[in-house]
């Protein structure tokens, strides 16, 4: 098996969704029309520009945004990405729709969601039944939340409001904290007038922005972390943002050194892991993994069948068969693909699992592509992706066969040589499905399931859970890893 299917998007994609789905927060700009450039920066690599603008027609304020990134990875071209961000309010600020769109070499979608008396009516596509949500009472976009700041006195402001995420189908709520700087003369990209500090309130372990503003909360500069490392949008005249440069390559750094050599006769077996991580990842007991807390981290034992899971509540397996904007068990060459096991009595699930990962490893293309995101449908036509379009296609089939499914988000370990290295554990994302009696790990990106896949987290195949789990990574490192033998084979 081409082994370019074991590595997910790394660092690239990740930054990539950080970028999409965190940045609609940030309030926005001053009298119309405006309109300006930053340049994107991550761990001081130039990887791509912003534009802005804002415009005013009537009664309606539409704030507008084209990020552009250039990435690259080892054994593969330059991919371009485009995300346009479009925002309808009132002059008063009511918010009216926002439009999203999103184009990769292997995807392309375009979402909407629009205010109609007192919900939020969203298409994740074009022709999809459309989905409605109560408006909670602070929903505001970016003019909204602009004038909201100046409406207040003082020195130091406060805002806290709700947010729409086509990512998550949820409103996420954030809070602004600003302060006055101290600076004279007029504002201007080396002279800002006010700090803020951008959280999430929803989720304590999403890290906070700092951001810098005119007098007029238009934002000049934004600064984050990306996977731990540094992540900028400086604001620049349009030369210096469209400025040519060679994208940097990062995906090393979320390569994790093994402190040994892994046998394949060990990974055939029980490995008992210890590893440092951070309080915030507290990976899961599963069918085929025992954890254990130890000092700064965990045991994580790993077996075909080493954990003790409890089973799933019959009423909770529904929800590892409905379909989301990531997994697409109801489109239709998917579910035509899965239609001959539906129901059927000839196959036993683990099976079928196993025919549906080897039909998704014989379609996807040999060649790992690391740009954008796809869903399933979409990485399904393309036939494009990594890892990540594989857990989705194929835990899309699974459920599209009437088998609950949810997506692994960990680590594999690679005993092969690896863009250059050796013995080292690969961020990786596999399917699980309820065999009836226990949950079974399936992968058509790398294989066999075997003792060398570490479970860090289990999802839905949401983006935001890829975004979450590699922010941690650069802080996880594993210390030892054992082979744990039975005593009949040690007589």
Known sequence: MNRLHLHPRAWGATLALSLLWGCAAAPSYQPMPTSHWQTISFDGSKIGHM??????????????????????????????????????????????????????????????AEVNDGVLVVRQSKGDRPQTFTLPADFMLPEGRR??????????????????????????????????????????TDNPRWRLQRSRLDNAHSPASTLFSDAEFIVMNE????????FAMERCDQACALADFTPQTHVYRHLIRSPYRITENALAGTIRYQIHAPDSLRPPTTSEQTVTPIAGGWQIE??????????????????????SYWLNPLDPALAAIAAPYRDSREYDVASVMTRLSRQVTRHMSEVADYAGYANAAEAWTNRTGDCTEHALVLASLGRAAGIPTRVALGLAYNNDRFLGRR?????????????????????????????????????????????????????????????????????
């Not at 600064?223 to 540094?230: C, D, E, I, L, T």
């Not at 509540?313 to 529904?318: D, K, V």
């Not at 309820?434 to 399931?449: C, K």
């Not at 890893?481 to 007589?491: L, P, Y």
Request: charge should be neutral; aromatic fraction near 8%; glycine fraction near 6%.
């Open 423 to 491: 013995f080292v554990f690969v961020p990786h994302m596999w399917v699980q499905a309820w065999t009836g009696t226990r949950w079974q790990s399936f992968d058509s990106a790398l294989g066999d399931f075997n003792a060398g896949y570490i479970t860090l987290d289990l999802s839905q195949g949401e983006a935001s859970a890829l975004i979450e789990m590699n922010a941690k990574l650069h802080q996880l490192k594993v210390i030892s890893a054992m082979q744990v033998r039975k005593k009949a084979e040690e007589n």
């Open 302 to 323: 790993v077996c075909e069948a080493c954990g003790q899971e409890a089973p799933p509540e019959p009423s909770a397996l529904g929800g590892f068969l409905q379909a």
């Open 51 to 112: 534009q802005r603008q804002r415009t005013a027609h009537n009664n309606r304020v539409v704030t507008e945004s084209w990020m552009r990134l250039k990435l690259q990875q080892p054994g593969t071209g330059i991919s371009d990405s485009e995300t346009h961000l479009r925002y309808e309010e009132t002059r008063q600020g009511a918010p009216v729709s926002i439009t999203k769109r999103l184009a990769t070499d292997s995807a392309n979608a375009e979402m909407r």
């Open 147 to 188: 004038l909201a700041l100046l409406a207040q006195q003082g020195d130091q402001r406060q805002l806290s409001y709700s947010d729409w995420s086509f990512s998550e189908m949820r409103f996420e709520r954030y809070q602004l904290l600003a302060e006055r700087l101290g600076a004279s003369g007029a504002a201007s």
């Open 223 to 230: 600064y984050s972390q990306s996977a731990g490392k540094a």
